[in-house]
């Protein structure tokens, strides 16, 4: 009588593991955000969009900065259906060299004074083929770490992804805090190129983990069971439409707070209170460390108390500090209150709206076309926020005489937007990941199955 064969048990993720890539590939991207945003505050603005008018170079710059969230959401559409399709791990791994080919060729760019006009247009280029590949980034990993969590512990172990973002601008504000050292000729010449260049290290870091991986258990369920869905966008746009609605105005705030932090700032404190390059990115370096620690004790607050009650205390934290926080960063032109300033607004403002929202976001949608409505959705919010935020406070700015008191509203009016669409789109915690249509998907919250 011959023996069965022995089938090998399907390989498992780790808790460690699925952390650990989350967090990388989020560290690259967001990595490659804060690079950008800082270099169109203080490089792209004096060697790539040349202009005798520093107020129009600084636009010209930060309109780049915007190109590469306006193609986000068409990459969010495309690889969040081949994730819903194919499996998560693909997505994870094409997004990171998409991402990191882009980012590492920007570190090559020549010089306005070298090749004119071809200097901005390769510089778009990449931004658009870098937005592109970021477009689905933060989704894959946020839905794969969920998926692969325990239902009691979505908020804790999605906070990774979000852990990671501010890995990347730990990263980045630390490296551009060592190159702005340098004179500022050197740092125009060659050293901003540096942070850029070394993008490649984080890319095969990050490759080498996230092949290692198994498929989110979730999505293997679903395989299993014959639910794996065949058509992720037409599932979400026909009946997830709500849903893909109340994540852009939630994360609009998340959104404003964070650009103004990351990306305008630094600008304002060079080009209007004219202080030194160094302070902007070294203040970001403390925030964005202390924001790293916040997050996931947000997220684990989230899994006692609820998404929705954490949500909104970043958003009210943000509107009500809209107003200090500018008088911090403009009173005594010193690096103390600035830094104060920007450690709050990260740490509890962003903390608090970004610590849980992984797991709020995975929790919206149901299994037929949870990464396409989440990464489509999420990008479309950036487009329309992120990417011009720092154009707008820049625009706000001069129409105010260099004032930011229309700084201060314009975070106020975000705030409220997000904190009325969070209170009237519910709590989600708990519901079943498994569900296939939107009925099954709210009847199940706190099931935690």
Known sequence: MSTPPVTAAPRRNTPFGVALASLVGSALEWYDFYLYGTAAALVFNKVVFVSSNPTVATLAAFTTFAFGYFVRPIGGLIFGRLGDVLGRKSVLVITLLVMGSASFLIAFIPDYSQVGVWSPVLLIVLRLIQGLGAGAEFGSAAVFSVENANPRRRGLHGAWPSSGVYLGL??????????????????LAWGWRIPFALSAV???????????????AAFVALQEENKAPTTPVKNVFRYEKKGMLLLVLAQTPQNVVSSINLAFVTAYIVGNLKLANSIGPVATTIGT?????SLPLFGMLSDRIGRRPVILTGMIFSALFAFPYFWLIGGGHAPAPITIAIVLSLGIGVGAMFGPQAAYFSELFTGAGRLTGLAFAREVAGALTAGTTPLIAVALVAAAGGSTWLVSIFIIVAALIGIVAVVRGGETRGRDLRAMNVPELKASVGSFR
Request: proline share 3%.
């Open 170 to 187: 730990l990263m980045a504000s630390g490296v551009f805090a060592i190159v702005t050292q340098l004179p500022e000729d050197q740092f």
């Open 202 to 216: 984080v890319v095969v870091i990050a490759l080498v983990i996230r092949l290692r991986l198994a498929e989110s």
């Open 289 to 293: 460390a202390v924001t790293m620690i």
